[in-house]
Structures are given as structure tokens and as C-alpha cells.
């Protein structure tokens, strides 16, 4: 008997699955070991001219109701319509695989209880790292080690703004242009931009690493929608280069700190060489050191690869629950923000060049030993430093009191 | 119920192992759902000083013959004994798991087939790459791609030794040295150096990949201990660094190429970044595109993260087959090195001057457009050269002809 999947939402990852899957489905078929056939293509939109357009459907109940349909992709995107349709497909005992890390990294803990009551399976190799391999490899390859730290550059169209800044001396105004002109970016580049994409990211790395939610809204997130080309030539000329960085370990005393931001990246780490729209996630075991992940972020078939092969294994896996889950949230589970220990790059600049100099002393009092930052044609009222490591909330006190005698233009954390 | 384990072969690997399990027991008994304890340790030396000490034995029939026995890690190495072991424990329906990359590159097919057959499972992640996860990752998350392609950098020996050429103009011998005093060459360095176990390393990736058992004795295989300082030097000059690296891809015809030899490798290429004892693996798929695997490729603890990670994996898949296996090799499956294509780095001596000037431009005769290349104090007798790509049966047969005149110093094909 023919086993039957179903494609819920044929936009870009949506179609590259379809693609993927006709395209290599002698192989697919070969390593299952029976036939498989795409029966539906859910999608409130028409495309009467798609060689698939006889499985194009609107009615996501038939997929429901079908006894046939034993693997669901959803990549559809968000947390309403997705929700609803994963939940009512794995009581049905559907396993259901995605890209939608939205959803995983807000109702992970959730859905995939549901999948292990009903003997089906949740997939979500896809959501992060497109097409990389990283969410089995940490819960399989992995499992003999205690996860002290994932730390990844996980978003592709930041990525490509910051390569463009740092490369080519374009603003991040212009670069964002550009990655949009690309399609790289989207017409509301917001969830990128702001670090709203990488931080589910993480939340997802580290719910699996350390096996409770972690939920996207309650860690700190910020992008690098302010990040000027002043501080990417002090960044430069102190050999670091700026990247947005997520990072998630757990604390001697079992909370988990996780955040996303930019980072000032040492030259000579791995990661200053992760350009344009790649990613790479770099995950510490107390067993396997540093274990490195790169590829392609995201895109069409890079992330329809991660789907496809989530189907093969949900297929393979008919009937039995794969074994990957966490708990749900639990209160003062999270190290909070002014707890964490960070040193930090500060840009300041004063009302005339007078005021800096002089604070210089001031500045060292507050912060203890600062390396002060140097770069071409500095203006005479601009300070860039580096501070000790210190608590963040030392850090936010100090620079409130700065900020009453000169602007705090840019803070930025070394990784 | 407590599911037991036994290890064989109490050497780095083994009692690495060990260690990692018991300093991570209460999350990997978590992660299976019940209780898990080594019981038996085999190894023919004597170990009384061990806090494992209890757990030792010499007999290999207290572990076959006892049914509590689920998973038997087999990290003693070699072809002879632990081929014996392995297979009569598959057939009592004992999973195996191994970091014996030379069994499973000569006996894989059919050891995985047995573990089929009797419902068990033959796992091997630590084979290749120490602790990095890479043949789950391939079987798995990229099921859905055709590969193209895989290459890497397999032997962490090697590659230290190449750095220390690279980075401190060492010779060869005095790197070996240096490799043997740290601990990463043995006593008898011939199957690191000469590429063996590089070899080994690439035929179980291809016969993964490609789903037909490759030989390592029938594919070429050569290895860095006739590289010069020499040719360090001309590479870096014309902006390459030299790296033993391993090749497998499917020809169109559904031949199989694969080979390990030094290359040439662009200093733009992630390849030439990855440096001392670190393993790097690039997987290139129809879908993916480029993924790659980074990490330290041998050592004690990462090679025994990939060992626990597939004792995880065979507990919690007992009495069901995974369902990872290859056929066995067929005739005229691999592609004939004479057949290959490359482009081809080479260094000859004449025995003066004049007869290498004068040469150059028959040499470009005969192998077409040759770039020439330059080095501090380059001998007048010496030449070295890029041949454009062509058959190596072409190349060969230059060689062949020039031998005549000058002599063949180096060959190292460009990647």
C-alpha cells in the first residue's frame, strides 16, 4: 500500500518540498522501502497552472478526515491557523513536520506531548538552520553529552546586512535594500531585523538542550536595525567584526540564560568567517568539545531538504513516537538579563571634545580598567570603549549615570 | 527493568566511554526511560586499580551469552577479533556500536545486513569524525537529498602535521615528531600518514551515500609523507594551502569516484580554515546545497560522544531495525582513477638550469595552458606548474614522458 502525505501551505518552503520530493522520490521511495505519494496541496490561494494543481485542496478537514494521509508538512508559517491544524492532526494521529519555528518555539512543549500520547511524531528539523542539520544531531548524536552552550549565528538576512556593512562600508539602510532586492529580506523586515527570528531560534536550541520551554517572549532580544558603520570600524580596528548572535548555556545553578544580540566577534573566531546569508550553530558538549554546524540558513530547497527528510523519518516511524520532547516552562527558570555577566562596547559621544577627554579618568572609575577604542577620523566629541566583565546590571546603572553628562550611542556585547 | 551494556576494549576509546557515560548517567537514564548500567568491561590486560574493576572480564561468551546484554560497544579496532565479536552478537540480537571505521568500511554491508535480519541495529556514528555527528545527519536529515558530493578532511594527524608545516615551515619529520610527543600520532604512523584511515573514512561516507559497499583497497589512496616544504611554499604563493583530503561523488553515468589524496586547497576555501586535529566535512546535496560538520575528528571524549549517543539510539531501538544499510560493492562500480579528472600541481628538478627554462615551453605543449609558479629562492634547476584539468591517464603519461628528461619531485592535484 501507497503511503500518503500532505503539504499544508505551497508558498516557498511549500513548494520547494513538492519540488524536492518529486524530484528525488525514486531514492525516497527506495529508502522507505514503500511507495509514497503527495496526495494534498493545501493553499487558500489558486495555481491552476501547477503541474500538481489536481492535489490543490482549500478544505484543510479533508487532510483531517483522510485515513490515508499518515504525514502532514505544515509550512504554512505563524501561531493561529498552524496551531490549530497541528494540534487537531496529531490527536488524529498524524505526525506532523514543519519549518514553523513560531510554533515550535511557542507550543513546542505542547505539541509534542500531543504527538507522544497519540504514537505520532513532531518533527522540526526545518526551523532552524534551514537546511543544516542540527536539531537531530542534538538530540540524538548528542544525547551521551551534557549541553553546556549553543551559541549560532542563526538568521541569514541579518547575516547578509552585516557582511555588506563590514565588507563593503554599506549602512545598514542600504544594506537592507539590498537584501531585500535579493529576497533575502521581506517587505516588513521587522522579525528579522530585530532578532525576533534568531531568538525563536534559540529558544527552540535550548528547549531541546535543556528540556523546558523557553519562551521567545520572556529572553532578552535585540537586532541591528542600530548598528552604524562608526561601529563596525571601531569593531574593525580592534579586530572584531559584529554579528547578531544567539546564545543559550545553563548556569552552575541549573537556570538557563539564553539571549540574542549583536556580539562583537573575535577575527580569529570561527564565526567571523560566517558570511552573507549562512549560518552556523556551534554546540558545546561536556563529551564532543565544540561541535560546529554550517550551511545555508535558509532558502527554498535548503529548507524543503529538512522537511523532506523529516517526512522520510516520520514515515519510517509510523506508529511510534521518536522519543524528542520537553517540558513545559517553569517560573524563575530563566537567569534574567541583569543577572548575566557581560563585557560590553560602549560608544559615547560628549557635547565638545573637552568633556570626553576628561571623563576618560571617570569612565575608568565606574567600569574598572576600559580599553578605549581607537578609529579613523574620530570626532573629537566620540569615546568608544571596552569594558571588564562585569553584571549587566552594573553596566545598566553606570551607563545611566553617563548618560546624564554624554549620549550613549551604541552598546554592543563581546562574545 | 535495568537495560545492561557491555563495553570491549578498555583502550583511549573505551575508557573514554565509560567516563562519559557515568559522568552523564542520570541524563542519559532520563532520556531512555529507565534504568541503564555497564555491566561487563572486556579487555585481555588487567585494569585492578579501575573503579571499574568489577565490572572486567576476559571472556567474550559471558557478554554473548548473557541475555540482559541489549547494546555492546565495540572499540577495540581491527578486522579479525572484533569482526568475529560483532557479527555473533548480531546474530544473539545484540545491537552493536563501533568507532571501528576499518570494519565497517571492509565488512559494513554485511554487518549491517545481519543486524537487520535479526532485528537489531549495527551503529557506527563514531567512525568517522569523532564525535561530530555526521552519519546520522546524512541518513537522516538529508534523506531527502541526492548527494553529490562529499569531502573532508577525515584524519586529524594529518592535518595537524600539515598546519605545523604551513604555519611554522616545519619539516615533515619534525611534525610527525611533534604529533607523536603530543599524542596524536602513534608509534607507527603509517596509516594516518599514508591516508588509510582517511581512506576508511571516505568509503563509509560514499557507501552510505551511494548505497554499495566501496573497497578502501580499491580506491586511490595516497597520503603527505612525501610533501616538502618546497611544495608548502609554492601553494602559498600561488594562494593555496595543502590539506589531505577525502573525495566522494556519484559520476553521471552512476559510477563511484572516490579517492584521498593531498590537494591543494584555496585559501578562500572553508577547507584551508580548518586547522591542527580538527575534521571538517562538507555533504553536498541536490537540496541542501553545502553542509558542513566541523569538530575535533579524534580524542577520548568526543570520539566516546558519538560511541554513548549511538548506545542511546540502539537502547531506546530495541528489538527494531533502524534501517541504515548499504548492498554490497558491485563490479566496475567505481570509476578508474585513470578515468578521473584533475587538475594537477607539479614540481620537477632538471639537472641544470637551461634544461628547465628551455622546457617550459614544450611542457605547455603538451599539457596545454600551465601556470607557473614562483617561490623565495627558487632554484634555477627547479619548475613547478598547475596543469589545466585533464584525464590523470592524460596527465600520467606526460609525466611519463618528462621523467625522461627531469625529475618528478611532486604531484599534488588541485581541489
Redesign the interface.
Known amino acids: 500500500m501507497s503511503s500518503k502525505i500532505a503539504v499544508i501551505g505551497y508558498g516557498v518552503v511549500g513548494s520547494?518540498t513538492v519540488e524536492?520530493?518529486e524530484?528525488?522520490k525514486e531514492?525516497?521511495v527506495k529508502?522507505i522501502?514503500r511507495d509514497v505519494e503527495i496526495k494534498y496541496i493545501l493553499d487558500l490561494k489558486d495555481f491552476p497552472d501547477s503541474p500538481y494543481a489536481d492535489k490543490m485542496i482549500k478544505d484543510f478537514n479533508i487532510i483531517l478526515n483522510d485515513p490515508e494521509v499518515e504525514v502532514v508538512a505544515e509550512v504554512v508559517g505563524g501561531a493561529t491557523f498552524a496551531y490549530n491544524y497541528t494540534k487537531a492532526l496529531l490527536e488524529n494521529g498524524k505526525s506532523v513536520v514543519t519549518s514553523n519555528k513560531e510554533l515550535v518555539a511557542r507550543k513546542g512543549a505542547e505539541l509534542l506531548r500531543i504527538a507522544k500520547e497519540h504514537n505520532c511524531n513532531y518533527l522540526f528539523?526545518a526551523s532552524v538552520g534551514g537546511?543544516?542539520?542540527i536539531i537531530?544531531?542534538i538530540y540524538?548524536?548528542?544525547?551521551?553529552?551534557?549541553i553546556e552552550e549553543i551559541a549560532g549565528i542563526l538568521n541569514g538576512t541579518t547575516n547578509f546586512i552585516l557582511t555588506k556593512m563590514i565588507r563593503e562600508q554599506m549602512s545598514f539602510e542600504d544594506a537592507l535594500k539590498l537584501a531585500q532586492e535579493n529576497g533575502y529580506a521581506e517587505a516588513d523586515p521587522t522579525a528579522d531585523v530585530e532578532g525576533i527570528d534568531a531568538c525563536r531560534k534559540i529558544c527552540i536550541l535550548g528547549s531541546l538542550a535543556y528540556g523546558r520551554q523557553i519562551d521567545p517572549d520572556k529572553i532578552h532580544c535585540s537586532g541591528i536595525s542600530r548598528i552604524k558603520m562608526e561601529d563596525v570600524e571601531y569593531a574593525d580596528v580592534a579586530g572584531y567584526v559584529i554579528k547578531l548572535v544567539g546564545v543559550v548555556r545553563e548556569t552552575e545553578d541549573g537556570k538557563v540564560s539564553a539571549m540574542v544580540s549583536p556580539r562583537f566577534v573575535d577575527k580569529k573566531h570561527?564565526f567571523s568567517?560566517v558570511d552573507d546569508v549562512y549560518n552556523a550553530i556551534c554546540v558545546k558538549?561536556?563529551?564532543?568539545?565544540?561541535?560546529?554546524?554550517?550551511?545555508?540558513g535558509a532558502?527554498k530547497?535548503?529548507t524543503?531538504?529538512?522537511?523532506?527528510?523529516d517526512?522520510?523519518?516520520a514515515l519510517?516511524h509510523k506508529g511510534?513516537h521518536i522519543?524528542v520532547s520537553w517540558a513545559e516552562s517553569e517560573a524563575d527558570m530563566l537567569l534574567s538579563r541583569a543577572e548575566e555577566e557581560s563585557s560590553v562596547y560602549v560608544r559615547v559621544k560628549g557635547s565638545n571634545s573637552d568633556s570626553i577627554e576628561n571623563m576618560k579618568s571617570a569612565f575608568s572609575s565606574m567600569f574598572g580598567k576600559l580599553i578605549f577604542l581607537e578609529r579613523a577620523n574620530r570626532p573629537d566629541n566620540e569615546l568608544a570603549f571596552i569594558t571588564p566583565k562585569m553584571k549587566e546590571k552594573e553596566i545598566d546603572n553606570n551607563l545611566t549615570i553617563l548618560s546624564h553628562t554624554v549620549s550613549i550611542e551604541s552598546k554592543i556585547r563581546i562574545l
Open positions: 520547494g524536492l520530493f524530484t528525488n531514492q525516497i529508502g522501502g528539523e537546511g543544516i542539520p537531530r544531531p540524538k548524536c548528542l544525547a551521551g553529552n551534557k570561527m568567517h558538549g561536556n563529551g564532543v568539545g565544540d561541535a560546529v554546524f554550517y550551511g545555508r532558502g530547497l535548503p524543503a531538504s529538512a522537511v523532506v527528510g517526512i522520510i523519518d519510517k511510534t522519543g
